[in-house]
């Protein structure tokens, strides 16, 4: 296990996953994380999705593999459990500081084949006494040795369900989060957008509230893909209508910022703070 701090402060504890059940696709995660103020607003092994492991780079189907977890969506069975679960390895840091952390991770099929090498960077950013952000930098080469795709539920014909990428799951509470973004509208009208942010903003059942704002700052912009009625999830979609191919040794990179906030901002804060911390990190619009 590592740490991200910032001025001292943990902020973000990184798992390598090892200890984590096959049939939920082994990974490295983050949890917790917490806000400057330690709320945790992050859940793993949540009872609605087992497979759901904080934060993390998480693929439903590659080429077949499972790197989700959990069930798999089949256009002739529909959602069924598979032995197709494939893990993450980690395999070494090439960075390590207070806040940052520069990691290789070997993804591998259900027999050990190797058929991404990923090198992730993960680092803590401070933007205000309130706010701190979590730049995310994936990177994941294909070196199979053949074409793989790149799949979702969605592109296995199970409509809107095109998870797959960076996600992020929030803590349950009896109220769910409010959503709202760059564009207008809630939860349904941002699903599927490809809306310059996002936001989650919640309270714990203590009292404590927060805000997570979300937005992609690599050359790409997927689609979001969108939970907050059913559970509180936010990620980024590689395969929302179509499956992804990637050639031997072809890469595909993507960088996401999220910032960390203690209390409810309102919409024009947020987008204030949203250029501050693309400022800070470095990720011009």
Request: glycine content about 10%.
């Amino acid at each position: 296990m590592a740490r991200l701090r910032l001025d001292g402060a943990a902020v973000a504890d990184i798992d390598s996953g090892a200890a984590v059940d096959p049939v939920l696709s082994p990974r490295p995660y983050l949890h917790p994380v917490r806000t400057l103020a330690q709320t945790v607003v992050t859940e793993v092994l949540p009872e609605d999705h087992l497979h759901h492991l904080g934060v993390g780079i998480t693929i439903a189907d590659v080429s077949g593999t499972s790197f989700w977890g959990g069930r798999t969506f089949t256009r002739d069975r529909g959602s069924v459990l598979l032995d197709n679960h494939g893990r993450q390895e980690h395999v070494a840091w090439t960075v390590e500081s207070d806040a940052g952390r520069t990691a290789v991770v070997a993804w591998t099929d259900t027999e050990g084949t190797e058929l991404l090498r990923e090198e992730r960077a993960t680092s803590a950013h401070g933007i205000d006494s309130t706010t701190w952000a979590l730049d995310l930098n994936s990177t994941v080469r294909n070196t199979s040795g053949r074409t793989l795709t790149i799949g979702s539920p969605a592109t296995n014909g199970r409509p809107g369900a095109a998870y797959g990428g960076f996600f992020w799951r929030a803590p349950m509470s009896e109220t769910p989060p409010r959503c709202f973004g760059s564009e207008p509208g809630g939860e349904e009208a941002l699903h599927e957008s490809r809306a310059e942010w996002l936001a989650l903003a919640g309270t714990t059942p203590e009292g404590a509230p927060w805000t997570l704002v979300f937005f992609q700052a690599g050359a790409e912009r997927d689609p979001w893909f969108l939970r907050a009625a059913e559970y509180p999830g936010v990620g980024t979609s590689l395969a929302w209508d179509r499956v992804l191919e990637v050639p031997v040794d072809g890469a595909v990179e993507r960088r996401t910022v999220t910032l960390v906030v203690d209390g409810h901002p309102g919409t024009a804060a947020v987008a204030a703070l949203v250029a501050t911390a693309r400022e800070r990190v470095g990720a011009p619009a």
